[in-house]
């Protein structure tokens, strides 16, 4: 959801709690909720605080609506996702990382996985650097779209299918 002046607008009815429950808020990442503990579950992950740029899983997490956003106003601040297992909340979800700041990277060394060992997508997306530095268990495409991707280890990538509007794709670590 894009304003007037092309950034991304305020985005109202975050939460600053994980649901364990089954239900999926959207969650800003802020020192409240930094760390998501085993079984968590969210719809959308928001980094909009430079203050709090660190998201730590204890065990397995469930992105219900496959959304990693990251937002303009991170600044020169990397933000980094570390711990545990990421998974998508549906076989036919994606997990969408959007990097929208184009002044720091997003830095992910926690393992991408699909729904229930089902195959599943990753996205990458947004003018903004994204780094795979963890091994990904993901069985499905990654898609490259706008965005530099570095993938510091190459296990378990998946297939690449890059759209028309990659950037670069960097391979740096052994795999």
Same mark, same amino acid.
């Given at each position: 959801?894009? %304003?007037? #002046?092309? *950034?991304?607008?305020a985005?109202?009815?975050?939460?600053?709690?994980?649901?364990? #429950? @089954?239900?999926?808020?959207?969650?800003?990442?802020?020192?409240?909720?930094?760390t998501?503990?085993? @079984?968590?579950?969210?719809?959308?992950?928001?980094?909009n605080?430079?203050?709090?740029?660190? *998201?730590?899983?204890?065990?397995?997490?469930?992105?219900?609506?496959?959304?990693?956003?990251?937002?303009e106003?991170? @600044?020169?601040?990397?933000?980094?996702?570390?711990?545990?297992?990421?998974?998508?909340g549906?076989?036919?979800?994606?997990?969408?990382?959007?990097?929208?700041?184009? +002044?720091?990277?997003?830095?992910?060394?926690? #393992?991408?996985?699909?729904?229930?060992? +089902?195959a599943?997508?990753?996205?990458?997306?947004?003018?903004?650097k994204?780094?795979? +530095? @963890?091994?990904?268990?993901?069985? %499905?495409? *990654?898609?490259?779209?706008?965005?530099?991707?570095?993938i510091d280890?190459g296990?378990?990538?998946?297939?690449v299918?890059?759209?028309?509007?990659? +950037?670069?794709?960097?391979?740096?670590?052994?795999g």
């Open positions: 959801m894009k %304003g007037s #002046d092309g *950034l991304f607008a985005f109202e009815d975050f939460a600053d709690a994980w649901s364990t #429950d @089954g239900g999926h808020p959207a969650i800003d990442i802020t020192p409240a909720c930094s998501a503990p085993d @079984g968590a579950t969210a719809s959308v992950i928001r980094f605080d430079p203050t709090c740029a660190t *998201l730590t899983l204890e065990g397995n997490a469930t992105l219900g609506g496959g959304v990693i956003l990251v937002t106003n991170m @600044g020169l601040t990397p933000v980094t996702i570390t711990g545990g297992r990421l998974f998508t549906d076989s036919t979800w994606p997990i969408q990382i959007v990097n929208m700041n184009t +002044k720091a990277p997003v830095i992910v060394e926690s #393992d991408l996985a699909g729904f229930t060992g +089902k599943a997508h990753v996205c990458a997306v947004g003018p903004g994204i780094v795979f +530095k @963890g091994a990904n268990s993901f069985l %499905g495409n *990654l898609f490259i779209n706008n965005t530099e991707l570095t280890n296990a378990a990538i998946g297939t299918a890059a759209n028309g509007n990659e +950037k670069v794709i960097r391979m740096t670590g052994a």
